[in-house]
């Protein structure tokens, strides 16, 4: 079996459902969100075992939290996605290790969608807020901190037209299917003649 990253949400699909393209938050965010962890959790234990060698174990453990908090972090960016799909997009939010909340949109319900991009941090570095309005909801569907927010809203734009034409490819198969099996059955019942 071969593994990439996106066999990790294969989870959250339904089946026949496949996975066109994963969006994540900006990386950038994973590094504003552990700084604090760098420099508290594995840099300042560091320092404290130079300065005071005896406390070794102490600082072991401390680097240890340190780390452990690192992989949250990482899950926590990971793990906050928009997953789209041959059929429509799927928010998966995370909250903590045990907190997962997932949205689904299909694509013949998206009534619009926008991104927003604030501030000089977010410009420079292409990233920002891309939401979607679902139809007929009162609440959106938002992924922060998106990176390059405008090529992923084109992307989904393009997976959109391509979903809806070929479902309305399928609705005009299956209409010409069953308009044909019922002048079969009228024909066959004699309520209509040949000629």
């Not at 994973?30 to 700084?35: G, I």
């Not at 760098?38 to 401390?62: E, K, T």
């Not at 959109?160 to 059955?185: C, G, N, P, T, W």
Request: aromatic fraction near 14%; glycine fraction near 6%.
């Amino acid at each position: 079996m071969k593994f990439n990253k996106n066999t990790l949400f294969e989870k959250f699909l339904d089946d026949g459902e496949k996975i066109l393209y994963v969006a994540h938050r900006h990386f950038l965010i994973f590094k504003f969100d552990s700084a604090k962890t760098i420099a508290f959790g594995l840099m300042l234990p560091a320092l404290l075992y130079i300065i005071f060698p005896n406390f070794l174990l102490f600082a072991i453990g401390w680097g240890i939290l340190g780390l452990l908090r690192m992989g949250y972090h990482f899950i926590d960016w990971f793990y906050d996605v928009w997953i789209l799909t041959n059929s429509g997009i799927i928010d998966i939010e995370r909250n903590g290790m045990f907190d997962i909340t997932s949205t689904r949109v299909d694509y013949h319900m998206i009534e619009g969608i926008s991104y927003n991009i604030k501030g000089l941090i977010q410009t420079i570095f292409r990233y920002g807020e891309i939401t979607i309005d679902k139809l007929g909801a009162q609440t959106a569907v938002v992924l922060k901190d998106a990176a390059s927010p405008k090529k992923l809203e084109r992307k989904i734009l393009k997976y959109q037209e391509k979903f809806v034409h070929s479902k309305s490819i399928r609705d005009h198969d299956s209409l010409k299917s069953m308009l044909s099996d019922m002048i079969a059955y009228h024909v066959q019942n004699g309520k209509i003649k040949e000629q």
